[in-house]
């Protein structure tokens, strides 16, 4: 699935400004249109997908490998929510980083990416069901230590995502499906994961 430069521009575009004329104590709430408009913060993590390489860490004198797979990351998002109370509609658009590694920063491995999201979501009651795209942009794998360095620059990919959330005033907490593959040159790797995460809305009152 590619999505276009256009369409990604204007996802970050809305984002930013949405985040600028929004503070955390207060929200834009149109009363023509009966939208209400916060700001968010999205804190997960998620597995899943190819293994990029297989690793022997040493923690407490107890050795074990550790498969650092495409789909693996915790993530950190920032963004604002669209909601329609009266349609019980909703959609978000948030972005940030997401990252996994095993060691330190001179001898470890690490693969990072920075995704862009665009989520349209329906709610039932406190339940929240989404379905939306999302697109990484400069998913970078590296590997440092003492045999040498080895960096691989993926293209960006584009992907979608499903999501369920159980909502409780300014609070979401819920478990998330993300499809998408990473290409280098001729080769394809499956970065596709299940994740669990937690989102808070800013402005909006405990109930």
């Known amino acids: 699935m590619k999505l276009t430069h256009g ?35 999205t804190l997960g993590f998620s597995q899943g997908g190819d293994t ?27 963004g604002v929510q669209m909601r329609w109370p009266d349609a019980h509609l909703g959609m978000l658009i948030q972005g940030g980083l997401a990252t996994t590694g095993v060691g330190s920063s001179s001898d470890g491995v690490d693969f990072k990416r ?3 999201e665009a989520i349209g979501f329906v709610e039932a009651g406190k339940m929240r069901l989404g379905l939306g795209l999302t697109h990484h942009f400069s998913p970078t794998f590296d590997e440092d230590g003492t045999g040498g360095n080895l960096r691989v620059e993926f293209d960006n990919a584009s992907g979608w995502i499903a999501q369920i959330e159980y909502h409780s005033g300014p609070a979401t907490f819920g478990l998330r499906y993300v499809d998408i593959s990473y290409d280098f040159s001729t080769l394809e790797i499956d970065g596709s994961s299940w994740g669990l995460f937690g989102t808070y809305i800013f402005g909006v009152q405990a109930r």
């Open 7 to 41: 369409f990604l521009a204007a996802m970050t575009g809305i984002a930013l400004l949405a985040s600028t004329s929004v503070s955390a104590d207060q929200y834009t709430a149109s009363t023509k249109s009966g939208v209400e408009i916060h700001p968010i913060g």
């Open 52 to 78: 990029l390489g297989t690793y022997r860490v040493e923690f407490l004198g107890d050795t074990s490998d550790v498969d650092v797979d495409a789909g693996d990351s915790l993530f950190l998002y920032g």
């Open 114 to 116: 920075w995704p862009v």
